[in-house]
Nanobody
């Protein structure tokens, strides 16, 4: 069992930055690849970024490449999402999740989810 708690969301102007954190409970955190997803109002939840269990591999959706960086600290049981050059279209609830099977891009492959943190980017 892994419990995930996101933090770091908030209101920021376009062009600004935020750093999200996802703290995990449980001794098996380092065995899971981790992902960030987001859901904007009226839209389906979408993949944002993922990182391997060791942190050696990462992947991003095209629209955030070069602006967002996912990282993790297994000693602290925490995964991060550094978001720079934010745009109004980045406004969403951001969720972290622990990956269990399949591709990193599909929600169905993730076993544990946090409650989400709101990110609002004003124009």
């Amino acid at each position: 069992q892994v419990q995930l708690v996101e933090s770091g969301g908030g209101l920021v102007q376009a062009g600004g930055s935020l750093r999200l954190a996802c703290a995990a409970s449980g001794r098996t955190f380092s065995s899971y690849a981790m992902g960030w997803f987001r859901q904007a109002p009226g839209k389906e939840r979408e993949f944002v970024a993922a990182i391997s269990s060791s942190g050696g591999a990462t992947t991003y959706r095209d629209s955030v490449k070069g602006r967002f960086t996912i990282s993790r600290d297994n000693a602290k049981n925490t995964v991060y999402l550094e978001m720079n050059s934010l745009k109004p279209e980045d406004t969403a609830v951001y969720y972290c999740a622990a990956h269990a099977k399949g591709t990193w891009f599909e929600e169905s492959g993730y076993m544990y989810w946090g409650q989400g943190t709101q990110v609002t980017v004003s124009s």
